[in-house]
């Protein structure tokens, strides 16, 4: 059996509670949600959920490369928003991402988010 290898990089921010950013077991990267927090700042972007969308991606992005894999290697994403009315726009930024090929994919409407967010993104990828 293959250890388990945990992940941590200061591409994406740090985790907010007792988790892990990442958490690789027997060729597969599975990654906490990450919201659109600046890495450096530990703050919110500024520029509504398009804006934390785009900015969620890039971390889990961090994230994935920090493991040794990335968004072509992704298996499945779950998507959280807080209003489902913002379904559209988050699809659009997600779209840019994954093109002709993109993973699996859940999408819930949450009640809240961690610091106020209005989208977290998780994903399970295999590695490179």
Do not use: W
């Amino acid at each position: 059996m293959q250890p388990i290898r945990i992940v941590s990089t200061d591409s994406a921010p740090g985790a907010i509670g007792p988790y892990s950013q990442a958490v690789v077991h027997d060729g597969v990267v599975y990654c906490s949600g990450q919201i659109g927090m600046e890495p450096s700042t530990g703050e919110l972007v500024e520029g509504g959920v398009e804006a934390q969308a785009e900015r969620a991606l890039e971390n889990l992005a961090g994230v994935l490369h920090a493991a040794g894999s990335g968004f072509e290697r992704a298996l499945r994403l779950t998507v959280y928003v807080i209003d489902m009315n913002d379904f559209a726009k988050v699809n659009a930024i997600y779209a840019k991402r994954f093109g002709e090929a993109p993973p699996a994919r859940a999408t819930v409407q949450a009640a809240a988010l961690p610091k106020g967010a209005l989208v977290e993104v998780d994903c399970i990828a295999a590695l490179g």
